[in-house]
T-cell receptor
């Protein structure tokens, strides 16, 4: 498709399990961002990629969170030993480059529920 | 430090009313960008407008208009003659040009409910 896609759309997991969330950006977009949307915290930045490098991981809430991007395309956000406070919608966005001026195109998100 | 404040958590209007959504931002950068995004009930964030810090011209797009005032660090959004389809959560966001990689700092969002 032409837009940003994310999978799965919904994920229910038990506390302590690991989860992987996937993002397919728009073809040709070099920059990719992960955000989290939760009731208490609103929309918050997690990490961004320029190509396969992650210059800014400052938004990752703990070392249980990690992300990678391969081939300058698909990105995976991994949460290890999930906790209930990790429950949120995880949004991915991509843009043509990191200039700050460019519109970010968002995917539909992955709703994560940790029981 | 950068921050975006949307003081209105929820607004409810009747169809055809005009409504203004407020956005106040804080940044130390001289070059920055401001955005509005719409999040309808389906959940996907939809880009509405972008404005750079050197362009204070107001913009109108159909029933939507935006008022950018650097003197008050505000970037307000007005919907004229609101419609039920305008019901959504609206987010104001800030991106700084210097060493920030274009990440967006979002306000808390304003939930707009337009009743028929």
């Amino acid at each position: 498709g032409a837009g940003v896609s994310q999978s799965p759309s919904n994920k229910v997991t038990e506390k302590g399990k690991d989860v992987e969330l996937r993002c397919d950006p728009i073809s040709g977009h070099t920059a990719l961002y992960w955000y989290r949307q939760s009731l208490g915290q609103g929309l918050e930045f997690l990490i961004y990629f320029q190509g396969n490098s992650a210059p800014d991981k400052s938004g990752l809430p703990s070392d249980r969170f990690s992300a990678e991007r391969t081939g300058g395309s698909v990105s995976t956000l991994t949460i290890q030993r999930t906790q209930q406070e990790d429950s949120a919608v995880y949004l991915c966005a991509s843009t043509i480059d990191i200039g700050g001026y460019n519109e970010q195109f968002f995917g539909p998100g992955t709703r994560l529920t940790v029981l | 430090a950068q921050k975006v404040t949307q003081a209105q958590t929820e607004i409810s209007v009747v169809e055809k009313e005009d409504v203004t959504l407020d956005c106040v931002y804080e940044t130390r950068d001289t070059t920055y960008y401001l955005f509005w995004y719409k999040q309808p009930p389906s959940g996907e964030l939809v880009f509405l407008i972008r404005r750079n810090s050197f362009d204070e011209q107001n913009e109108i797009s159909g029933r939507y208009s935006w008022n950018f005032q650097k003197s008050t660090s505000s970037f307000n959004f007005t919907i004229t003659a609101s419609q039920v389809v305008d019901s959504a959560v609206y987010f104001c966001a800030l991106s700084e040009a210097e060493n920030q990689g274009g990440k967006l700092i979002f306000g808390q969002g304003t939930e707009l409910s337009v009743k028929p």
